[in-house]
T-cell receptor, first 115, second 111 residues
Framework: NAGVTQTPKFQVLKTGQSMTLQCAQD?????MYWYRQDPGMGLRLIYY???????DKGEVPNGYNVSRLNKREFSLRLESAAPSQTSVYFC??????????????FGSGTRLTVV | KNQVEQSPQSLIILEGKNCTLQ??????????LRWYKQDTGRGPVSLTI?????NTKSNGRYTATLDADTKQSSLHITASQLSDSASYIC??????????FGTGTRLQVFP
């Protein structure tokens, strides 16, 4: 099925460990995004990539890095995990610019717990 | 400050009943407003997208309304089904490049 695929679905890390969240889309979308969702808060943008080869910071980029490997793939890396990064992470893609007419397609999420 | 507020936080209804979810926003400059449905353990799925010139948009049993003057939107669900149990998220676009997400309304439909 066409869409956005995220791996892994669940992950538990110890404080200080590193990991990379993977995201791939097969809709030929130009823009890709990483969000985090915390209880009682709306989704918050971590990083986005408007097109292959470009990345920009969102609202909450501290502690994260990203790589737009090609048009399909956009990964999120936690270099030294902290308990404050316990969250559900969503990758999304869209055909056009961030706030344009185009809707977003979201992946099913990665539930990350940092202990 | 750009904000999107949704009410109620949670709602319980019986199968077959109608319900209306509210979204108030203070976002400027306004570009468009979206409603998403998020099933438990899944990512959000788009229901509707509206610009300031659109008052109503439907998607099956879901009907969204927008009043750009009062900065209010509503999502009306007709003849609810058990599969409507989910969180419903209002998202407002602020030109040129910002999306503001509401915290969502959690709807539970019981038989």
């Amino acid at each position: 099925n066409a869409g956005v695929t995220q791996t892994p679905k669940f992950q538990v890390l110890k404080t200080g460990q590193s990991m990379t969240l993977q995201c791939a889309q097969d809709m030929n979308h130009n823009s890709m995004y990483w969000y985090r969702q915390d209880p009682g808060m709306g989704l918050r943008l971590i990083y986005y990539s408007a097109s292959e080869g470009t990345t920009d910071k969102g609202e909450v980029p501290n502690g994260y890095n990203v790589s737009r490997l090609n048009k399909r793939e956009f990964s999120l890396r936690l270099e030294s995990a902290a308990p404050s990064q316990t969250s559900v992470y969503f990758c999304a893609s869209s055909e056009g610019q961030r706030t344009g007419w185009y809707g977003y397609t979201f992946g099913s999420g990665t539930r990350l717990t940092v202990v | 400050k750009n904000q999107v507020e949704q009410s109620p936080q949670s709602l319980i209804i019986l199968e077959g009943k109608n319900c209306t979810l509210q979204c108030n926003y203070t976002v400027s400059p306004f570009s468009n407003l979206r409603w998403y449905k998020q099933d438990t353990g899944r990512g959000p799925v788009s229901l509707t997208i509206m610009t300031f010139s659109e008052n109503t948009k439907s998607n099956g049993r879901y009907t969204a309304t927008l009043d750009a003057d009062t900065k209010q939107s509503s999502l009306h669900i007709t003849a609810s089904q058990l599969s409507d149990s989910a969180s419903y998220i209002c998202v407002v676009s602020a030109a040129p490049d910002k999306l503001i997400f509401g915290t969502g309304t959690r709807l539970q439909v019981f038989p």
